[in-house]
């Protein structure tokens, strides 16, 4: 076989293997100059006054939008830390000051467990409402109000937003409100059942985006059951504070989720493989949690396509390159695009360059210091498995190996990610029985790189200490 031949083979078993959804992904379209809708979406501002994330996220989003109007804001809950009238006010004073009202952009937002505090003021709508005054509940009646229920048409696009009342012992959307979620979901079919109708509810639905698989305190189960009926939705869920650098904060199955991350603070796993990564100060915020700011913006052109653009208020930059979801279709093919299938079947495992190094940098009776270089991915690498290994025998030393998070939620472009990375280790990393690392024993470090897929890499070692 000629060699011109092997390689069309090649070729043609590449473009066989590889998924149909990989393929389409890149050719899908939207029409830049024909949009019209613009909007941002956020979530978790946890606003207590004072100088604050969300003063900046919006000056950035009214940047991003430029000459244009930006017409709508969504934020999925968290809006104050605790639903008092003074955070109320607060918010209020912020809207103010970047002339929210001057600019036309309209408001909508589902409460949060904070704007309830916590399951004691389940229908604090009416203190959001007199805080906030016009700018809340636009054309909502009495009744919908009181609940934290809200729908809004916007350039003939609908949005609602819909209340949990109930997070204490697993969260719940109540039956009231999930029949009037209906109601206004077959309203909005009813008026043209080929555009997306957009969805704020504050905890993710069950097995969507990343992070919904965490625990019932943090998503719903009964709302996707009212939501998998309706394809057009594209929902905004926030909650878990989880960062848009990873690509499971969307997700499509019976319609399109979407995770908000925060405008405060950033949260990620609390446990990977059955461990706790060591960067977490308790729960699931890590250490620099606060270095976060982020969110999401999105345009709809005339043909209904929407574009999703990932922000990184902090670091004032876009992430990655933005999402593509085609207008809804009565044979649900535009969900094909964002399923775990579609992402898994494509993705490619994490892999150590062949320079790459691995040293011991210091090792002392209560602490051990390594320097390694940074593992590469076809999109980034996640986290880290750090082994601890006899060198004699080459078997693990203490009860457990560690876990360690890359930089990925700091740095709005993966490449952008540390090359070399540092990393310090107490006894209680590895569940060392003595409490002391062995200075008379020769160590060695063995690292597993990991993708958000949980695709890991082959092993790196170390010279022993």
Partial sequence: MSKSMRLYLGLLVVFLILPLTVWATSNLQFDEQNVVLRFGAISDTHLTGGVDKLEEALKLLYKKAGK????????????????SATEITAFKKTLDKVEFDKKGTKLIFALGNH??????????????????????????????????????????????????????????????????????????????????????????????????????????????????????????????????????????????????????YVALDSVIDGLAPIDLDGGSTPRNCNF?????????????????????????????????????????SHLQYYTTEARK??????????????????LAKKKLDIEFSAAKDDDLVYA???????????????????????????????KGMATKIFKAFSTDAFKLSAKEFDLSKEYLIKIVAMDSFGLKSEPLYSESN
């Fill in 115 to 264: 704007d309830t505090d916590f399951d004691k003021l389940p229908y604090n709508g009416l203190a959001f409402k007199k805080g906030l005054g016009a700018y809340a509940y636009e054309g909502a009646l009495d009744d919908e109000i009181k609940n934290g229920n809200h729908h809004l048409v916007v350039n003939g696009y609908h949005f609602i937003a819909v209340n949990t009342k109930k997070y204490n012992g697993g969260c719940e959307h109540a039956p009231e409100d999930l029949a009037w979620l209906k109601n206004a979901l077959d309203e909005a079919v009813k008026d043209d059942p080929h555009r997306p109708i957009f969805v704020a509810t504050h905890p993710l639905v069950y097995d969507t985006v990343y992070g919904s698989l965490e625990g019932s305190y943090w998503t719903s189960k009964n709302l996707g059951e009212v939501l998998n009926d309706y394809p057009q939705v594209i929902s905004f869920g926030g909650h878990l504070h989880s960062p848009l650098n990873d690509e499971r904060t969307i997700f499509q199955r019976d319609f399109t989720s979407l995770n908000t991350a925060s405008v405060k």
């Fill in 68 to 83: 244009n109007k930006l017409d709508v804001l969504l934020i999925a809950g968290d809006l104050t830390d605790s639903g």
């Fill in 345 to 362: 079947s494509a993705n490619q495992a994490p892999y150590f360059e062949d320079d790459a190094y691995l040293t011991i940098r210091r």
């Fill in 384 to 414: 880290y498995e750090i082994h601890l290994l006899d060198k004699a025998t080459l078997l693990p030393v203490g009860a457990s190996y560690a876990i360690t998070y890359s930089d990925f939620y700091l740095t709005p472009k993966p």
């Fill in 292 to 332: 976060f700011s982020q969110g999401l913006y999105l345009e709809v052109d005339k043909n209904h396509n929407v574009r999703i653009t990932r922000m990184d208020f902090f670091h004032e930059a876009e992430i990655k390159s933005p999402w593509l979801v085609p207008a809804p279709k009565a044979d649900k």
